[in-house]
């Protein structure tokens, strides 16, 4: 499903990630850090030259369309993580939520094609994903970094780095200074996350294993996952309307109509 979709909305944009989820087998993609950032840095920033950000909490951040990336760096330094826009946040601040770890499957995007069988499989949607990698129009010329602006991110990402498997750059340049994290992850919880991502992953190969052999077991899964997603779609439905203003508005006219 599109994610711009009602469908896809309710499971990501309508709600905070730690409200509650359906009960249902949850995967997703990581990017190589660093690599990653450039390409926001493309997106939001090179792009929005002359017509200004399409985010308004970058304005707020006072960053400016026409920084260059190692500006961005240097001012993203100074800003607390938990207030930094959250595209350019560490990845894992998004996958952990109070200390709990959302996703049961944990992929890197550069491993996108020998993994995604699994995920079709636990999915039971089978839809191929030869597209094209998603690149920013136009914005396809390298970028050279510079020692303080690799070593800052590197530092900025480590937590990326540790859990998720990339080589992190042994760049040292502190020309840059970083603001430490509020409530950094400890290396005995980087070990315990490690270990529950491997763990989870193992549980879900089991599970796509399972499926692929058992057509009665495939059946009686398909059906709960139907199950829990209408129920999950009526819960989303009813609490996305009454926060809604509109909606709200809406009802209260149609009352005072009834009335009279």
């Known amino acids: 499903m599109s994610e711009h979709s009602p469908e896809g909305k309710a499971l990501t944009n309508?709600?905070?990630?730690?409200?509650?989820?359906?009960?249902l087998p949850v995967f997703t993609f990581t990017r190589h850090p660093i690599e990653k950032f450039v390409s926001y840095y493309k997106d939001k920033f090179v792009r929005a030259r002359g017509q200004g950000f399409e985010l308004d909490h970058?304005?707020?951040?006072?960053?400016?369309?026409?920084?260059?990336?190692?500006?961005?760096?240097?001012?993203?330094?100074?800003?607390?993580?938990?207030?930094?826009e959250h595209h350019a946040q560490p990845q894992h601040?998004?996958?952990?939520?109070?200390?709990?770890?959302?996703?049961?499957?944990?992929?890197?995007?550069?491993?996108?094609?020998?993994?995604?069988?699994?995920?079709?499989?636990?999915?039971?949607?089978?839809?191929?994903?030869?597209?094209?990698?998603?690149?920013?129009?136009?914005?396809?010329?390298?970028?050279?970094?510079?020692?303080?602006?690799?070593s800052a991110l590197a530092r900025y990402y480590t937590h990326?780095?540790?859990?998720?498997?990339?080589?992190?750059?042994?760049?040292?340049?502190?020309?840059?200074?970083?603001?430490r994290?509020?409530?950094?992850?400890?290396?005995?919880?980087?070990?315990?996350?490690?270990?529950?991502?491997?763990?989870r992953?193992?549980?879900?190969?089991?599970?796509?294993?399972k499926l692929k052999k058992d057509p009665e077991f495939r059946g009686e899964y398909l059906s709960s996952v139907k199950t829990e997603f209408n129920r999950f779609q009526i819960h989303t439905n009813s609490a996305s309307s009454k926060t809604n203003p509109y909606v709200i508005s809406l009802l209260r006219r149609m009352k005072r109509s009834f009335i009279r």
């Open 93 to 150: 601040r998004i996958l952990i939520k109070n200390g709990r770890l959302i996703p049961d499957f944990v992929v890197r995007v550069e491993d996108m094609a020998s993994e995604w069988p699994l995920i079709s499989e636990v999915s039971l949607c089978n839809f191929s994903i030869d597209q094209k990698k998603n690149t920013t129009a136009g914005q396809s010329q390298p970028l050279d970094l510079g020692k303080p602006v690799v």
């Open 160 to 179: 990326d780095f540790e859990l998720f498997g990339y080589e992190k750059p042994s760049v040292e340049d502190l020309s840059i200074r970083t603001i």
């Open 181 to 199: 994290p509020k409530a950094p992850l400890t290396a005995y919880q980087i070990e315990e996350l490690k270990d529950e991502i491997a763990k």
């Open 58 to 84: 970058l304005k707020a951040l006072k960053f400016d369309p026409d920084m260059s990336l190692e500006e961005v760096v240097r001012h993203m330094m100074t800003i607390p993580v938990e207030k930094m």
């Open 201 to 209: 992953r193992a549980e879900f190969i089991g599970l796509a294993e």
């Open 14 to 23: 309508w709600r905070p990630a730690e409200s509650p989820h359906p009960a």
